[in-house]
């Protein structure tokens, strides 16, 4: 007998996608209710590393991350300036074990779309243009209130609903994201034929200006600023911007700019940081995913880590007979230390850089991480 029958999940991103997949397989009733009106069609790219593709592959749907996707191993940095030159070749860890390609880009749509359609064949009921808006808790049950409304009583509620979690706060958790002093301008492009896996570049006016393949002929590209308010840049505004600031940067990064020219998407987004001491969980309600930790893309672990929690937490609903203090200190131990080295390199990362520190350790740092998410959560 499973520890639960019936849970209810808010937020359809990758974290609460997961978890509904991994529970419906195991034959628990799932509801899950997304504020959106619908799955969105829209987004950039994403990068997962090994830890991340050993997740999908425990989901089922391993084999249609690897069509949609592209994989590559290693990681080029390259020199602003004329030419854009190589200046090194870095190996990956295989953090995902020997099965797995060390790393994964893929358009952000692709994902959602694939995790989706596997939570509906699995049997999760997927209500979009539904927000929970009220929690309520006995002992052995859980009210949801969605949209004003009660939606019903369940043995767990898992608050996946993302960076500014409502659940978080309905059950008395107030930790907001804070910023770290970032921003990201991010397109989405066809793919240069000279560029086959991320390729990052060091210096010029950017801290980092950067792109990884997402498929046969497409990749992401972006750039990092000290963060700025860019909320009233028009859509042509924000080309404009992108376009300029990347100037410095030749090779690719001339392909990137023809396509921004030719109209692809400039989006911004600010970098946050933020983790939920444990625990957790209040009673039978729980945050996971970016409702519980989130950091800057430094090291590309965010959807990682909310994967990781959706795994650990689903086996343990699955495995254990009962929702008591034993399960959630054992989730607590297996997650709340990993995610919370993962946020600190991440914020540290960044730090260097906003700190003209020119000798850290950078390679060190990113190997110590790699080796942790090489070990399973
Ligand atoms: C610029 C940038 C680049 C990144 N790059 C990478 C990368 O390369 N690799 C990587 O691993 N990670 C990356 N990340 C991190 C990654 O995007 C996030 O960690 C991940 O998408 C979070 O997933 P989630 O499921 O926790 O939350 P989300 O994807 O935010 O999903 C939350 C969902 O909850 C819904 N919701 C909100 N409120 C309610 C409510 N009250 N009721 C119901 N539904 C609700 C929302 O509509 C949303 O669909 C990046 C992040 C940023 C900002």
Request: hydrophobic fraction near 45%; include cysteine.
């Amino acid at each position: 007998m499973t520890a639960v029958q019936k849970v209810a999940i808010a937020g359809a991103g990758v974290a609460g996608l997961a978890t509904a997949i991994f529970l419906a397989k195991a034959g628990v009733e799932v509801d899950l209710y997304d504020a959106q009106p619908a799955l969105s069609t829209h987004g950039s790219g994403i990068t997962l590393q090994g830890n991340a593709l050993r997740v999908f592959d425990e989901l089922g749907v391993w084999d249609e991350i690897a069509a949609a996707g592209r994989a590559f191993e290693g990681l080029n940095l390259r020199a602003p300036g004329p030419g854009a030159p190589v200046v090194a070749a870095l190996p990956d860890l295989k953090t995902g074990g020997p099965d797995y390609p060390s790393t994964m880009g893929m358009s952000r749509p692709d994902l959602a779309r694939i995790l989706l359609a596997e939570a509906e064949r699995s049997g999760a009921r997927v209500h979009f243009g539904t927000r929970v808006t009220g929690v309520s808790q006995t002992d052995d049950a859980v009210a949801v209130e969605v949209d004003g409304r009660p939606a019903g009583t369940f043995d767990v509620l898992v608050g996946a609903d993302g960076l500014h979690s409502a659940v978080r706060e309905m059950i008395g958790i107030h930790v907001s994201p804070e910023q770290t002093g970032m921003g990201i301008w991010r397109t989405f492009v066809s793919l240069p034929p000279e560029v086959d896996r991320s390729e990052l570049y060091y210096g010029g006016p950017m801290y980092i200006a950067g792109y990884t393949p997402t498929g046969d002929d497409t990749m992401y590209a972006f750039l990092v600023e000290a963060a700025q308010d860019r909320s009233s840049a028009s859509p042509e505004e924000a080309r404009r911007i992108m376009v300029e600031q990347s100037r410095a940067y030749d090779g690719p990064w001339n392909h990137i700019r023809a396509d921004i020219e030719a109209g692809a998407d400039a989006n911004y987004t600010w970098f946050t940081r933020h983790l939920v001491d444990a625990p957790w969980n209040r009673s039978r309600a729980v945050v996971i995913g970016d409702a519980a930790h989130s950091c800057p893309p430094t090291i590309a672990q965010g959807a990682a880590q909310g994967l990781e929690d959706a795994a650990v937490l689903s086996e343990l609903l699955v495995n254990r007979d009962a929702v008591d203090q034993t399960l959630w200190d054992e989730f607590h131990e297996r997650r709340v230390a990993r995610a919370k080295a993962i946020v600190d390199a991440s914020v540290q990362l960044g730090q260097w850089q906003l700190d003209g520190v020119r000798d850290a350790d950078m390679g060190g740092l990113m190997f110590g991480v790699a080796q942790l998410t090489a070990a399973r959560a």
